[in-house]
C-alpha cells in the first residue's frame, strides 16, 4: 500500500504527552463518543468543571427552528460525549414548535449556588428579538426556563455572556436599533440591573464575546452579514464603561476569519482557543466547529494560522501544530464485497474507494498502518458525502470498534474531514476496517492520516 509522510504543520512546542496527538480538527465531522453522530452544539459556550469540559449551545440537527439546548462533556477539548439536553422542544411558549432559540451561555452564580443560562429567543421571523433566563443546580442538567424578554426595553438577538473577576455578570447583546451593548447583570444573574456600553450604530457588529486577559477587556465580534462570513473583528479597554479601542481583524484580511463566526473565546492556562462557527444555512446541521489558537498579548488579538489540525494539553494549554502523518490511499487498500476505487478528481490521487457499505456491505481494510508508538491518537479520514443527510460506518482499529459519521461535503469530489479517535500499537501491525451500518452506504474514502507518533 503507498503511503505519503506530511511533514509537521508547526514546530512541536512541548514533550510528548497523554495528549500528543489527539489533535483538534476544525471544520471536521466531530462524532460524538456515545450517539454516533456529528456533536450538536453550535454558538455556544466551553465551561471546565471539576476537571472536565462542557460544551453548551444548539441542536441544529433537523434545521433551525428550536430542537434543544445541548450539553456535552469531554476531558481533553477533542472526545466529546452526550451528556443531556439541557433545554427541549414544548407545547408552546418560548420552547415550542417554530421557534429560534440561539447562542446559550451559562455561568455560575455563587451567591444562589446555581447555574444561570441565557439565550436569543425569537420568531421565526426574527421579529421579537428577546433574550431567555433559565436556571439549574447542574451545569449539565435539565434547566428550568424562567421567562423571555427585552433587556431595558431594547432589542437583542446575537448574545454572549461575560462574567468579570469580581464576579459581576454582564449581558453582551446585539441591538440592532442601537448598537452592540454590555449591560451589568443583577446580583443573581436573572435580569438586566443596568447599561455599561454602547458602541453605537456606527457599525454593524453582532456575534460577541469577551474575555479578560491581565486587566484588558477583549470583545469580539463579527459584522452583520446574516449567515455568509466576514472578517471578525476585536477591541479593547482597560474599563467596560470604555473609552474602547478602535476595532480591527485578528485573522488575516479577506480570510473572512477562516470561513466562521466568533461564538465564545476559552482560556486555557495561559493560553486561548477561538471558538467560532462554519455555517451552512442551507443544511444547518452540516454546520462545524472552527477552533483555533488565539494568540494574545497586550492589548493585541491575533489568529495568523489556519491549522488543518493541531494539539493541545487541556490542563496547561500549552499547544502546537499537528504531528506528521502518514497518508494511506482508500483505492489502494483491499476493498471486497463490492467495493471498488471511483474516480474523484479533487482527491489526492484522483481517486478514492467506493461503493463502502450498501446491500452488499462493501469493505474498505488498511492493513501495515504504522505508528512509531502506543498511543491514542486522531487519525483524519478524507471522503465525500453527495448526501444532504449524515452518512455513517463502524471503524474497527486492531479489534476495538467504534461508529463514526460523515458530514455532506460540497460535492462529490471535494474531500472532507471526519476524526477517529483510537489506540494504535507501536509497528507496522495495525489495521483499520471500514464497514457500513444497516445496509447503509458508508462515505467515499480518499484516504485516512495516520500520525506517526
Known amino acids: 500500500m503507498r503511503f505519503i509522510t506530511k511533514s509537521p504543520l508547526f514546530a512541536a512546542l512541548f514533550a510528548a ?58 476531558p481533553d477539548l477533542v472526545q466529546w460525549t452526550f451528556v443531556n439536553n439541557l433545554l427541549t422542544l414544548q407545547a408552546s411558549g418560548d420552547l415550542g414548535p417554530n421557534r429560534v432559540i440561539e447562542r446559550p451561555k451559562v455561568i455560575w452564580n455563587a451567591a444562589s449556588n446555581q447555574w444561570v443560562m441565557w439565550m436569543h429567543v425569537d420568531s421565526s421571523n426574527y421579529g421579537e428579538a428577546k433574550v431567555g433566563v433559565a436556571t439549574s443546580s447542574s451545569i449539565c442538567g435539565s434547566y428550568n426556563y424562567i421567562r423571555s424578554f427585552q433587556p431595558l426595553g431594547f432589542q437583542s438577538r446575537d448574545m454572549g455572556l461575560f462574567k468579570d473577576t469580581d464576579g459581576t455578570g454582564y449581558l453582551l447583546t ?28 456606527s457599525a454593524d457588529f453582532e456575534a460577541p464575546a469577551m474575555v479578560k486577559v491581565n486587566g484588558v477587556y477583549f470583545m469580539f465580534a463579527s459584522h452583520l452579514t446574516g449567515w455568509d462570513t466576514n472578517d471578525n ?36 492556562g495561559n493560553s486561548f482557543v477561538y471558538m467560532g462557527d462554519r455555517w451552512f444555512s442551507s443544511n444547518l446541521m452540516r454546520s462545524s466547529y472552527i477552533w ?72 474498505i481494510k488498511f492493513g501495515a498502518v504504522s505508528s512509531n508508538a502506543s498511543t491514542k491518537t486522531t487519525i483524519r479520514i478524507k471522503h465525500e458525502n453527495g448526501d ?12 476495538q ?53
Open 292 to 363: 483555533l489558537p488565539l494568540t494574545i498579548s497586550g492589548t493585541t488579538a491575533s489568529m495568523n494560522t489556519n491549522y488543518v489540525n493541531w494539539v493541545i494539553d487541556p490542563n496547561t494549554g500549552t499547544w502546537s501544530g499537528g504531528p506528521s502523518e502518514n497518508s494511506y490511499e482508500g483505492e489502494s487498500a483491499t476493498l471486497s464485497n463490492g467495493a471498488k476505487a471511483v474516480s474523484c478528481s479533487g482527491c489526492s490521487g484522483t481517486q478514492a474507494a467506493g461503493y463502502l457499505g450498501g446491500s452488499s456491505n462493501g469493505i
Open 233 to 268: 473583528i476585536y477591541t479593547t479597554a482597560t474599563n467596560l464603561a470604555g473609552p474602547w479601542s478602535s476595532w480591527k481583524t485578528f485573522a488575516p484580511s479577506g480570510t473572512r476569519t477562516y470561513d466562521s463566526q466568533t461564538t465564545f473565546i476559552l482560556q486555557v
Open 388 to 399: 444532504t443527510t449524515q452518512r455513517f460506518a463502524d471503524i474497527t482499529v486492531n479489534g
Open 174 to 201: 446585539e441591538d440592532r436599533q442601537n448598537g452592540l451593548r454590555i449591560d451589568k447583570l443583577t446580583s443573581d444573574y436573572l435580569d438586566v440591573a443596568s447599561a455599561t456600553y454602547n458602541f453605537g450604530t
Open 401 to 453: 470498534t467504534q461508529r463514526i459519521a460523515f458530514l455532506p461535503t460540497t460535492d462529490g469530489n471535494t474531500p472532507g474531514s471526519s476524526t477517529l479517535h483510537v489506540n494504535l500499537n507501536s509497528g507496522s501491525s495495525n489495521t483499520v476496517q471500514v464497514v457500513g451500518v444497516s445496509g447503509g452506504w458508508v462515505a467515499d474514502i480518499d484516504r485516512i492520516m495516520v500520525p506517526v507518533s
Open 17 to 74: 504527552s497523554a495528549y500528543g496527538s489527539l489533535q483538534i480538527i476544525p471544520g471536521a465531522t466531530w462524532t460524538a463518543t456515545n450517539t454516533g453522530k456529528h456533536v450538536q452544539a453550535h454558538g455556544g459556550s466551553v465551561t471546565k468543571v471539576n476537571g472536565l469540559y462542557y460544551l453548551i449551545g444548539e441542536n441544529k440537527e433537523n434545521g433551525s427552528a428550536f430542537q434543544a439546548v445541548s450539553c456535552y462533556s469531554s
